[in-house]
């Protein structure tokens, strides 16, 4: 499995592609369509998927430029999915003071699930507190976070769908996996979890 991470994206929001053999797929959606596409030339890869761990404006900066151009589904959790067309919920509002919006996610995903891309497996943590359907994405001892947990801290929970008594609970619930996971979070830098989830409790 390859990672990189195309950032710098929009508003400082890490957008990650990941590359198994010749399949790939993307996490969160900040970068530019000619970031993405130079970084799937290079790993000479087939992008199969979009996959957003929440709904945040700026995880889904570049959604339906990238879904135009390269022809993939969007996948999204479910209690996010009302967020993509809806200005005020995913908070582009709140920060520029007017509309945008963006298509409706193609599939929707829940807790547990086990998304396969080809070469690809990745599980789903549900773990609200960000947003309502902020969500990890898990796969051969690395977890893709979002907003839920970052190097060093972890995302606010005062934007539409956020709960501080969520996010704690899903924070205390990621001390059952295992520490040695390594963290990319959806800003900054990754980490082990074990020392992200050590500089908060």
């Known amino acids: 499995m390859n990672i990189l991470d195309l950032y710098p ?16 797929v993307l996490i969160d959606c900040s970068a530019p369509e000619a970031a993405v596409a130079a970084a799937l030339q290079e790993q000479h890869a087939t992008l199969r998927a979009i996959l957003c761990t929440h709904g945040h404006f700026d995880h889904i900066l570049t959604a339906d ?70 969500s990890l994405l898990l796969g051969n001892g690395v977890a893709f976070t979002g907003d839920t947990i970052f190097a060093n801290g972890f995302g606010r929970a005062d934007l539409y769908g956020g709960s501080q008594a969520d996010l704690y609970r899903s924070l205390r619930a990621l001390q059952a996996l295992p520490r040695g996971t390594i963290i990319y979070p959806g800003h900054g830098e990754s980490a082990t979890l074990g020392d992200a989830l050590d500089r908060i409790f």
């Open 65 to 134: 430029a990238l879904r135009e151009r390269f022809a993939v589904p969007l996948y999204l959790h479910e209690a996010d999915a009302e967020m993509l067309t809806d200005s005020n919920k995913n908070a582009f509002t709140t920060f520029f003071g007017y509309s945008k919006e963006w298509r409706p996610a193609e599939h929707i995903f829940a807790d547990g699930d086990l998304l396969r891309f080809g070469a690809i497996s990745l599980t789903v943590r549900h773990t609200p507190g960000h947003s309502m359907g902020s």
């Open 9 to 24: 994206g929009g508003f400082a929001s890490c957008c990650y592609l990941l590359t198994e053999g010749a399949d790939a």
